[in-house]
């Protein structure tokens, strides 16, 4: 049972504008979160996290927000650029230890020129 | 540089031919972990260590072994591999301190099996 999802498996959008990838989960006990960024043939890469305290967290054109009523987070990108073209994962540690880890399906985000 | 390195890359195989895909990393990380990636499924966790010979299962252990006699390598072994751990196949690691699951794991490139 997929306790993080992602039901965009694509999206694309012009480059410049902001690109908004989703992401829920089903286990209210996770109190952090992270997205991996991942381009073909490499492994995948931190993007930005977020503890579960809070509902935004920014990292330059990276935004994360957080809904915990909605067990809900997405991850906003402004402006978008062609380099950001990647398959984008949500990812949650099991709470209190953090020992396992619990990926969504994943985004494949591509920006176009 | 600081990197998890795996090998091999690409590996085409046969049914019930033991094989070992081996993890090494030189940032000193306690923690190590295998993921494999399909279609549809995103990134599931086959096992992980803690530490030295300290190892557990994630979601999809069936069919794998793994062990941790020293800190920076992992090595993920397939018994008998049947066409159904045909994969692409991520090791990572992440150091302790404070909550573990705060801090973010470093991803080798991968290795694709085929296992025919």
């Known amino acids: 049972d997929q306790q993080v999802k992602q039901n965009s498996p694509s999206l694309s959008v012009q480059e410049g504008r902001i690109s908004i990838l989703n992401c829920d989960y089903t286990n209210s006990m996770f109190d952090y979160f992270l997205w991996y960024k991942k381009y073909p043939a490499e492994g995948p890469t931190f993007l930005i996290s977020i503890s579960s305290i809070k509902d935004k967290n920014e990292d330059g054109r990276f935004t994360v927000f957080l809904n915990k009523s909605a067990k809900h987070l997405s991850l906003h990108i402004v402006p978008s650029q062609p380099g950001d073209s990647a398959v984008y994962f949500c990812a949650a540690p099991s709470p209190n230890t953090g020992n396992q880890f619990y990926f969504g399906t994943g985004t494949s985000l591509t920006v176009i020129p | 540089e600081a990197q998890v390195t795996q090998n091999p890359r690409y590996l085409i195989t046969v049914t019930g031919k033991k094989l070992t895909v081996t993890c090494s990393q030189n940032?000193?990380?306690?923690?190590m972990s295998w993921y494999r990636q399909d279609p549809g499924l995103g990134l599931r966790q086959i096992y992980y260590s803690m530490n030295v010979e300290v190892t557990d299962k994630g979601d999809v252990p069936e069919g794998y072994k793994v062990s941790r006699k020293e800190k920076r390598n992992f090595p993920l072994i397939l018994e008998s591999p049947s066409p159904n751990q045909t994969s692409l196949y991520f090791c990572?690691?992440?150091?302790?301190?404070?909550?573990?699951?705060?801090?973010?794991?470093?991803f080798g490139d991968g290795t694709r099996l085929s296992i025919l």
């Open positions: 940032m000193n990380h306690e923690y």
């Open positions: 990572a690691s992440t150091a302790r301190g404070g909550i573990l699951g705060n801090q973010p794991q470093h």
